[in-house]
């Protein structure tokens, strides 16, 4: 399956429309491709599946994020003693936070580094260590490797990873994306099922023209989140969190958390002993994360104090009144498991491998064109009944990134249409 470099990404984009036009089909793993123009990064996650037993802080070090980000985002309780060096189970699924940045107008993170070891090669490296979410060829492009037998022992590597912003949204709600590396028995419902959402928003996200996916596709999964609106100049700047997870933020003094009864950011003093600056608000004896409510005769007077970002390390805290028509009940949180020490067969992480236990009670057997039916078997994603003629390994989703654009427009319509052309 090799994977071409696009020239350009706009190139790539029309090239798969016209393939599409042609009804040629395509037979090698596609990943979403976003197109960017714009510096600014967004948060994005990784569904990341160990290779092997790892302590936490060895999964952090392959991404090269902070082992407690990874903890809070899989909502793993940080107060257990010595939680990074908690040896994690081989195949355990995790949700792995990376800044998503843009790289020659597309969406990727571009932040991991790899230091190469005695056996590795370039596909160990991609299929194994990493899961799946880059391929050898990819590893191999962006560090100019001309030949992939011959790695020297502790080369450093960039390793390319998938990720998506779109805005921070999806139909308009907030929304942080998983780059999900498709497995054999996945179907895309039981994906959507897993995931709360639907079969139409995934298929909309990936600009997909069928329900048909194969183990080693790469799909932009959005989950709802809540997001913050602190300040551009704050180091935490877009900050956003899915709903069931935390987040650590300011040093590690601040958490936040979002859902299960609302998706309302909220954000209190992290239970992490370090030592941190105030996290009183101005004027008031409350401090981040309290609230006093007094009901009086027109409603419920709201008095809350805020986290408001991270600004030249110190806390921003914001306090607001409101008078509300109810009381709000007491804050709820997201539940926090104990770190895992084995990989359940119906793990919240991740339904295993197997057919008879997947978690999201979807049929795997099932004709994955039972959505879509397609009557020339051609459509993308689906094995052409002849040999391919072109071999275009990403697929584009167009659908948010050229929103903006009247030309794009035309292409989005397009594109939308392309479903229902075929049926
Ligand atoms: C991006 O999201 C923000 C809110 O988060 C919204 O105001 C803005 O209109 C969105 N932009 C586009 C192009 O969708
Ligand atoms: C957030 O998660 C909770 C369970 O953890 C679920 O009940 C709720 O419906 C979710 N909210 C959204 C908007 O998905
Ligand atoms: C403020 O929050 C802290 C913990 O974050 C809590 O210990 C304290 O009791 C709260 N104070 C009020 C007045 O709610
Ligand atoms: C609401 O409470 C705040 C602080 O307790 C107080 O300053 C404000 O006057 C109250 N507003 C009303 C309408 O009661
Ligand atoms: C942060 O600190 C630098 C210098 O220490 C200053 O120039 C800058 O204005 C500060 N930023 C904010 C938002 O206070």
Redesign the pocket.
């Known amino acids: 399956m090799p994977d071409q470099k696009p020239i350009s990404h706009n190139t790539l984009c029309l090239l798969l429309l016209l393939s599409i036009l042609a009804n040629v089909g395509l037979v090698s793993s596609k990943s979403t491709i976003e197109p960017c123009s714009n510096f600014d990064s967004c948060n994005a996650l990784l569904g990341y599946t160990l290779y092997t037993d790892l302590k936490v802080s060895e999964v952090a070090s392959l991404f090269q994020v902070d082992p407690i980000a990874i903890l809070t985002a899989n909502a793993i309780d940080i107060s257990y003693p010595d939680v990074e060096n908690h040896i994690l189970p081989s195949q355990l699924f995790l949700k792995i936070p990376i800044a998503c940045s843009c790289v020659d107008g597309i969406r990727k993170s571009v932040s991991t580094k790899y230091k190469t070891r005695p056996s590795d090669t370039l596909s160990s490296i991609a299929d194994s260590i990493y899961s799946g979410l880059v391929s050898a060829d990819q590893i191999g492009e962006a560090n100019s490797v001309t030949d992939p037998s011959v790695l020297d022992v502790g080369q450093t590597l960039v390793v390319p990873l998938p990720c998506t912003c779109f805005n921070g949204t999806d139909n308009a709600l907030p929304a942080i994306y998983l780059s999900y590396v498709v497995r054999p028995v996945d179907t895309l419902a039981g994906i959507a099922a897993r995931y709360s959402t639907t079969l139409t928003d995934l298929m909309n996200v990936n600009a997909m023209g069928s329900t048909a996916i194969k183990a080693g596709d790469i799909l932009a999964v959005p989950l709802p989140a809540c997001a913050s609106n602190f300040p551009r100049y704050s180091s935490d700047y877009g900050l956003i969190v899915p709903n069931g997870s935390y987040a650590i933020t300011a040093s590690h003094c601040v958490q936040c958390s979002c859902g299960p009864g609302n998706l309302k950011l909220y954000c209190m003093p992290a239970s992490l002993a370090v030592s941190c600056s105030s996290m009183q608000c101005r004027n008031s004896n409350l401090i981040v994360g309290n609230t006093?409510v007094?009901q009086?005769g027109?409603g419920c007077?709201v008095?809350s104090c805020s986290y408001g970002g991270y600004v030249n390390g110190s806390i921003i805290t914001s306090l607001s009144?409101s008078?509300q028509p109810r009381c709000p009940g007491v804050q709820q949180f997201p539940t926090f498991i104990d770190p895992p020490t084995s990989v359940a067969r119906e793990s919240m992480f991740a339904p295993s491998p197997s057919p008879q236990s997947d978690g999201a009670g979807t049929t795997p057997m099932s004709p994955k064109s039972s959505v879509v039916p397609t009557t020339t078997g051609s459509l993308p994603g689906f094995p052409p009944a002849s040999s391919p003629i072109g071999s275009t390994s990403h697929a584009c989703s167009l659908r948010k990134s050229f929103a903006t654009s009247p030309s794009a427009l035309a292409l989005l319509l397009f594109v939308k249409f392309l479903p229902s052309m075929s049926l």
Do not use: D, M, Y
């Open positions: 006093t007094q009086t027109g007077n008095t009144t008078l």
